[in-house]
């Protein structure tokens, strides 16, 4: 399916007959990213050869055909021929095993599979030069595939394909903030690919390739609409096309589930009243869940926003989030999940908005049903290049908690350039909460959730290396220790390159790339300093919002004698909500992080930096970094072109340089911004900064996407 248009293949195919001669490896086809890692590039001949028996058609299987079982079969079926373009071997050597059916053909079972969850596998190696995927269930045999797939894409052959491979979470999911009418908020990648128009009678097949993608790095849980929800996405009619999405994906492995607006019973229900302790409200959300279950037996659930950023809630009620959660979870009983966002924070509240949360749901553990998951973002505020991790995650030891992180890059240069996510991910995975564990110890027995980075772009993410973010969301969920140079490894040799060299030279690009975007927009535990409402490009300017809490200016406080948030014991003390050992490693500012420094200190401009050098020297030099690193990239990225094909060599290449020209835009209007607060000189030998204030300020982008 993942293959160009007609058109282009024919023409590709006519262009590469014609130069068979003088290019005999050209693709056959234009690559335009559509495959995203599930490119299948061909393998030299002797790989191919080698790689045969254990690819391609003519599987053995010991179990029952089901429809994931013949999944996994075409899979294999499909990379066998686009990898080494042969016919299926006569002596095909890969066995896919229920582990239930091992003793049937004579295998030893694999003990440690024994009490392991669902979707694990285990690749080994057995008798004659055999290859023995086994699981105990079809899906595990479906990911084995994958994984078997991936091995030969990544290195070019089978040796050293043995793997046990378990979930370390239950749900690896993607939040899509797709709307009904096909505008996707903080999309940057083209409009919705849910084509909720045309269903339930008709599928675009991407809707299936887009499982393909999900199910190759484990993804199994899907919202399939924003959290800032419409009511009638519950109507009957929108249930019979989520059925229809539900039956395409349940091979799989994929769940659906569907974000609520808690106001539904009386936006489309017809009663006075949303309250969740109204019987009436709770009996039709009851008949909502037995409506939805008669149609999709294994929903997953509801992902719900309440009382947040004008969303209904039931604190409209007088009640709490837990009677708001708990009512919900009762309708769906057994059967489904309610994930209930801890994002929120309210406007009458003057409390420091990154301690809101905290505040608000700590004191309700215990209180939740056990079908209830509170949804917590990776750091405090929101989605920002960089944040100390969210001190919710180990506060609430009787809540099931998950992550929520964001695929897509709404604070991170939207879909220009390259910023490679996996690092931000790690450091907040790794993070130790000083309550039990490490945030993926917290959350490994839930999940984790990405907000997806998926439009109808031809290459899926806007640019292409941001399939690299939905890929390592995959693959980090299913298992947090993979460091992010792994992946990046794996996803460039299946997306770009096998050759070391280049391959290496790709990987290199990528492992920086999200730290350059933090030097430029916001070093130093800088934050929110994006223009109002799309978050594109710099406004640390702004001051006048009718919310104090969405202003660039109270989030860096700066003033002719200093900058940054004081949120010590002298300021709003945030850090107190942090565990003791966590926070005095954040709370002298001779010694803290300099990532976290203006997070948690408001300094002067003249404070002495470890490196020597004052505060404002250091923001300066940073910013200039940041601006190198992004020119050495484009630069980097030019030379790799003998190793690259031509449409995604010239599309990346755009990409970076338009990313070179935001990060010295953003150097220079933050730069300017602080100049003109403190009247500093720039430090000797920083580049002059080109424009004035006003011609910063002058520019407006009311058109920007996303918003
Ligand atoms: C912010 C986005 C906004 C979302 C909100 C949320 O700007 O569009 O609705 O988060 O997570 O990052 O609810």
């Excluded at 989520?242 to 994929?254: E, N």
Aim: charged share 20%; proline share 7%.
């Amino acid at each position: 399916m993942m293959r160009g248009t007609g058109l282009v293949n024919r023409l590709a195919m006519l262009i590469a007959a014609v130069g068979a001669a003088m290019f005999p490896l050209a693709p056959l086809h234009a690559e335009d990213g559509y495959d995203l890692w599930l490119r299948h590039a061909p393998l030299s001949a002797v790989d191919a050869q080698a790689a045969r028996p254990y690819l391609g058609r003519g599987v053995q299987l010991l179990g029952e055909m089901s429809p994931t079982v013949k999944l996994a079969l075409d899979e294999l079926g499909q990379a066998g021929e686009r990898m080494t373009g042969l016919e299926p071997s006569p002596h095909p050597a890969l066995v896919l095993a229920r582990a239930d059916r091992l003793e049937s053909g004579g295998y030893p079972s694999d003990p440690r599979l024994a009490g392991a969850p669902p979707g694990s596998y285990s690749i080994r190696a057995v008798r004659s030069g055999r290859i023995l995927i086994t699981a105990h269930d079809d899906l595990g045999l479906l990911y084995g595939a994958f994984a078997l797939i991936r091995h030969i894409g990544v290195t070019g052959t089978v040796a050293g394909v043995e793997a046990f491979s378990a979930p370390a979470m239950p749900l690896r999911m993607l939040n899509h903030w797709d709307n009904p009418d096909g505008h996707v908020e903080r999309g940057y990648a083209g409009r919705s690919i849910f084509d909720w128009w045309h269903l339930p009678e008709k599928l675009d097949p991407r809707m299936i390739d887009y499982a393909r993608a999900n199910a190759s790095v484990g993804i199994n849980a899907v919202v399939v609409n924003n959290v800032n929800a419409r009511g009638f996405m519950l109507e009957p009619r929108y249930i019979a096309k989520l059925k229809r999405l539900a039956d395409t994906w349940r091979p799989y492995g994929i769940r659906v589930f569907m974000s609520a607006r808690f106001s539904a019973p009386r936006d489309i229900g017809g009663l006075p009243t949303a309250d969740p302790l109204d019987a009436a409200v709770a009996a039709w959300w009851r008949a909502k869940a037995d409506e939805i279950y008669a149609s999709i037996p294994d929903f997953g659930g509801f992902l719900v926003k309440a009382n947040s950023e004008g969303q209904p809630g039931p604190q409209d009620y007088g009640r709490s989030h837990a009677d708001g959660a708990n009512m919900l979870a009762a309708a769906l009983g057994t059967r489904g999940t309610v994930i209930w966002r801890a994002f929120v924070y309210k406007a009458e509240d003057d409390t420091d908005r990154t301690m809101q949360a905290y505040a608000e749901f700590a004191p309700l553990d215990r209180q939740f049903a056990d079908n209830v998951i509170l949804q917590i973002k990776n750091g405090p505020l929101d989605f920002q290049p960089r944040e100390p991790f969210h001190p919710l995650f180990g506060a609430m030891p009787k809540t099931k908690v998950m992550l929520e992180a964001q695929i897509t890059r709404e604070y991170l240069g939207q879909a220009t350039g390259m910023a490679y996510l996996a690092p931000l991910w790690k450091e907040v995975l790794a993070a130790d909460t000083g309550r039990g564990g490490t945030v993926a110890q917290i959350v490994a027995p839930v999940g984790m959730a990405g907000v997806a980075n998926t439009g109808s772009d031809r290459n899926w993410t806007g640019t292409h290396f941001d399939a690299a973010n939905w890929y390592a969301f995959g693959r980090l969920a299913w298992n947090p220790a993979l460091t992010s140079d792994q992946i990046a490894r794996e996803w460039t040799a299946q997306t770009f390159t096998r050759a070391a060299a280049p391959r290496e030279a790709i990987v290199q690009m990528m492992l920086g790339s999200r730290e350059t975007v933090v030097k430029y927009t916001s070093p130093l535990g800088l934050a929110h300093l994006m223009g109002t409402g799309h978050h594109y490009g710099p406004a640390p300017w702004v001051c006048d919002l009718e919310r104090p809490d969405w202003n660039p200016c109270y989030y860096h406080r700066a003033d002719a004698q200093g900058i940054g948030f004081d949120r010590t014991t002298t300021g709003s003390n945030a850090l107190a909500q942090y565990a003791p050992a966590v926070a005095n490693q954040w709370a002298d500012p001779a010694t803290a992080n300099p990532r976290y420094l203006l997070w948690f200190h408001h300094l002067p401009w003249t404070h002495r930096m470890a490196s020597g050098r004052t505060l404002w020297d250091e923001l300066v030099t940073t910013y200039d970094q940041g601006v190198l690193e992004t020119e050495a990239r484009a630069q980097g990225w030019a030379a790799l072109a003998p190793h690259i094909d031509p449409e995604r060599h010239a599309a990346v290449a755009t990409d970076l340089a338009i990313q070179r020209t935001e990060a010295r835009w953003w150097r220079n209007a933050s730069l300017s911004f602080w100049q003109s607060l403190h009247s500093l000189p720039l430090p000797a030998g920083a580049a002059p900064i080109p424009e004035r204030l006003e011609a910063y300020q002058a520019r407006t982008f009311p058109e920007a996407p996303g918003q």
